[in-house]
C-alpha cells in the first residue's frame, strides 16, 4: 500500500558530504514523521534523525552538528544531508515513514521501511 524509493548512497571519502533521499507513494492520506536508521554490519539497526509533521526533529548524538534532516512535504520526500563523514558512520541506511492511510486501507495507522542504501566511508 505504501512504497518507499530510497537514493543517494554511495562511496565517499572521509570528510566528504552525501544527501540520501526517500520518497514515500501509495496509498497515503496524512504522514506524521519520516526518519532514516542505519545498520552496521553485526550491529543493531538505530536511529539517525527523524523529522516530525511540525517541523520537529531528533538526532543521534553522535551525528548532530554533521547531518541535516529535512522534509519537502509537497513531495512527500525526506532528505538527510551528511556532512563530514566517518568511518564509523559506514552502514545501510534505511528510510521510515508513519502516518494515516487512505481509504479502504483497514488500518489505522501505517509504518513502512524502505530496502535501505548502502553508504561506505573510507579513511
Known amino acids: 500500500q505504501v512504497q518507499l524509493e530510497e537514493s543517494g548512497g554511495g562511496l565517499v571519502q572521509a570528510g566528504g558530504s552525501l544527501r540520501l533521499s526517500c520518497t514515500a507513494s501509495?496509498?497515503?492520506?496524512?504522514?506524521?514523521?519520516m526518519g532514516w536508521y542505519r545498520q552496521a554490519p553485526g550491529k543493531q539497526r538505530e536511529l539517525v534523525a527523524r523529522?516530525?509533521?511540525?517541523?520537529?526533529?531528533n538526532y543521534r548524538d553522535s551525528v548532530k552538528g554533521r547531518f541535516i534532516i529535512s522534509r519537502d512535504n509537497d513531495k512527500s520526500t525526506v532528505y538527510l544531508h551528511m556532512n563530514s563523514l566517518k568511518p564509523e558512520d559506514t552502514a545501510v541506511y534505511y528510510c521510515n515513514v508513519d502516518g494515516i492511510p487512505g481509504r479502504g486501507s483497514g488500518n489505522l495507522v501505517f509504518n513502512y521501511w524502505g530496502q535501505g542504501t548502502q553508504v561506505t566511508v573510507s579513511s
Open positions: 523529522i516530525f509533521s511540525g517541523g520537529s526533529t
Open positions: 501509495g496509498n497515503i492520506a496524512s504522514i506524521y514523521s
